[in-house]
């Protein structure tokens, strides 16, 4: 008789499973093709996915009350849930998915008896819709997961590829030892103002309560998902006339790799009048998070995490969690994504697009990149914010200011 290996869970993990911060990521690919349901199962099937211990395990609850990852066969067919009729006001294939999407953030959560993930298959839009548990990882670790399923549409027996996170690499010589206790000041005095400012937003500080501030329980209100596109040349040409930082050029070292760990930043935001200079406003933008990439606030608010986690446990670190999201007005989150046109399951990708269930927040927005797109899931509270598709188009237009403003200097 074999016994069934157990791993327990990741601090991490334990957080969002609780219910104040029970969180799934959801991410949508869109094709130009029919769906060939074989194709798709069989890539699934064939690939490490279905062997990757988060994903082919449940959770369940060991006999210490510790919450653990139990190895199990995967039944595909109660994963793969298909959607065969068009989903209805859909406007076009993309709207079908957002409605969708929508609908997943507030959706009933997880069957525990079961790995805590799902694919839904528009089959009249051509498009899928993939939700997974935050628990199993975060947005890098699962995009990298599913690009492992992925060939380059310019090659197929390539795998796509990404633009890498890398480790500063410090200089030698007097230069590099000036530059580097000068960079080693800033660091300290920067992390003690926004580590006060952070705990300050964990204990009693919040935001000024406005529209669409929403309110006691908002993250279960119904939401609406719009999407606004940039176009990555775009922004590229506005990024040539902000001139970077010592920072940003130290990030060209090719020795590091992806993390699973995650932190927040705290930032202030400010009203853009009309009228006024579109990149003087992302000058000062750009500074503030300047001075927020030379702290380590992120490192702390994840240690802080930690420490809360080990010492009063999970229920207390969620519901510390929680008091900064619901102390704060929208969340907004990136990740990376592939520079290349990729296939799944011999389908060309067109589109691909992320977004999260619902936080304490009216508005919640998400990008990631494709294929010289950037693409800005923005998942709002409909009762609170009645027109969306504006909103998406003044982020649209703004891009387009900043790039008008910008050529002219370049």
């Known amino acids: ?42 890539v699934i099937a064939d690939s490490k996915l279905a062997e990757h211990p988060r994903l082919s395990s449940i959770l369940v609850i060991d006999k210490n009350g510790q919450e653990c990852w139990r190895k199990t066969k995967i039944d595909m067919d109660r994963h793969i849930i298909f959607h065969n009729d068009p989903i209805e006001g859909a406007k076009d294939d993309q709207d079908a998915a957002n409605i969708l999407m929508a609908d997943l953030a507030v959706s009933v959560p997880f069957e525990t008896d079961k790995p805590l993930w799902e694919l839904h ?8 819709v993939i939700r997974a548990h935050h628990a199993l990882g975060d947005g890098v670790s699962l995009l990298s997961f599913f ?53 300050a937003r964990v204990l009693w500080v919040r935001d000024e309560t406005t529209v669409v501030s929403g309110g006691a329980g908002v993250e279960l209100w119904p939401r609406k998902l719009v999407t606004a596109r940039f176009l990555i040349d775009d922004m590229k040409i ?66 802080f995490g930690y420490l809360i986690m080990s010492i009063l446990g999970a229920k207390y670190a969620s519901q510390l969690n929680y008091k900064i999201l619901c102390n704060t007005t929208f969340t907004i989150s990136n990740v990376v994504g592939p520079k290349e046109k990729l296939t799944f399951a011999g389908h060309p990708v067109d589109y691909m697009k992320t977004t999260s269930s619902s936080l304490p927040h009216a508005i919640t927005m998400h990008m990631v990149s494709y ?40």
Request: glycine fraction near 6%.
């Open 121 to 128: 298959l528009l089959i009249s839009h051509k498009c899928a």
């Open 238 to 303: 506005v990024k040539k006339y902000i001139p970077n930082t010592d920072l940003e050029e130290m990030m060209k070292d090719p020795r590091a790799g992806w993390g699973n760990k995650f932190g927040m930043l705290v930032l202030p935001t400010y009203y853009h009048r009309s009228g006024s200079d579109p990149l003087e406003y992302l000058r000062r933008a750009k500074y503030m998070i300047d001075q927020k990439k030379s702290s380590l606030e992120s490192f702390f608010s994840y240690k």
């Open 371 to 410: 294929a010289g797109t950037c693409y800005m899931q923005i998942l709002v509270a409909k009762d609170l914010v009645h027109d969306p598709e504006f909103l998406a188009k003044c982020f649209e237009d703004a891009m387009l200011e900043m790039k008008e403003a910008a050529l002219p200097k370049i």
């Open 147 to 199: 690009l492992a399923m992925c060939r380059r549409a310019d090659d197929p027996d390539k795998m796509p590829t990404l633009n890498p996170v890398v480790v500063p690499k410090i200089e030698g010589g007097e230069k590099g030892i000036g530059r580097v206790f000068w960079r080693l000041l800033k660091v300290v005095w920067f992390t003690v103002v926004f580590l006060l400012d952070f705990v």
């Open 1 to 42: 008789m074999t016994q069934e290996l157990e791993e327990p869970l990741t601090p991490a993990g334990r957080l969002f499973i609780q219910p104040e911060t029970n969180i799934s990521v959801i991410c949508c690919l869109g094709t130009t093709q029919p769906l060939r349901i074989d194709a798709i199962k069989a």
